[in-house]
């Protein structure tokens, strides 16, 4: 089970079956705010909803193809940073993320990527990550423009966000210029 002290008030680890309602939780109250930049929203309906997700989380970190970690601040859960999904072939992961937004604002995200990152390049031994972020999501395209990341491109039209598709920007960083 994937758990990293990130400093004093934050953790990020996997989660567990117990933990499936206070997600469920975090993103209900968060719907709204949430449903701006993530497709998938509308399908969490209820806490079992959750669990289906934490133990599908399993599976992938099981199977080396992501790693869904909840993010704790103060000890309550309060977002998920993730490796979507590892491209072991060309040594690349995929980091998404997301907050609730009753704790935007304290650099609770920075400082869990970062802490990811380290563990992308160090534990998980990758040459580069990656952050797609969608184009008028100025807080999420903040994160990596904060933490040094080159923007690559645009990916047009790359996301199906319930009506409409949506751009993304790409981020990279690779190894080497990562500045712990």
Same mark, same amino acid.
């Given at each position: 089970?994937?758990?990293?002290e990130?400093?004093? &008030? ?5 989660l /567990?079956?117990?933990?499936? &309602? ?6 209900d109250?968060? %719907? ?5 930049? $993530? ?6 309906k ?8 934490i133990?599908?989380?399993f599976? @992938?970190?099981?199977?080396?193809? +992501? ?9 309550? $859960?309060?977002?998920?940073?993730? =490796?979507? !999904?590892?491209d072991?072939? /060309?040594?690349?992961g995929?980091? +998404? *993320? ?5 704790? !935007? ?5 920075t400082?869990?990527? %970062?802490? =990811? ?12 990550v990656?952050? %797609?972020?969608?184009?008028h999501?100025?807080s999420s395209r903040?994160?990596?423009? %904060? $933490?040094?990341?080159?923007? &690559?491109?645009? =990916?047009? !039209?790359? &996301?199906?966000? *319930? ?7 790409v981020? +990279?960083? @690779?190894?080497?210029?990562w500045?712990?």
């Open positions: 089970m994937f758990i990293y990130v400093d004093d &008030e934050i953790t990020i680890r996997m /567990n079956a117990s933990d499936a &309602e206070a997600l469920f939780t975090i993103t109250n968060s %719907r709204t705010y949430l449903r701006n930049c $993530l497709p998938w929203v509308d399908n969490t209820t806490s079992k909803d959750s669990l289906e997700f133990l599908h989380s599976e @992938l970190y099981a199977n080396k193809h +992501g790693l869904n970690a909840g993010i704790f601040y103060k000890e309550e $859960l309060v977002g998920m940073v993730s =490796l979507n !999904q590892f072991w072939t /060309n040594r690349i995929y980091i +998404g *993320y997301w907050l609730s937004k009753n704790y !935007q604002g304290k650099g609770i995200m400082r869990a990527v %970062r802490a =990811l990152i380290d563990q992308s390049f160090n534990y998980f031994e990758l040459n580069k990656e952050i %797609r972020a969608a184009v999501n100025k903040a994160i990596p423009e %904060r $933490l040094g990341f080159k923007k &690559e491109g645009i =990916l047009r !039209q790359v &996301e199906w966000l *319930y009506d409409h598709y949506v751009d993304h920007t981020y +990279g960083l @690779l190894k080497n210029e500045i712990t």
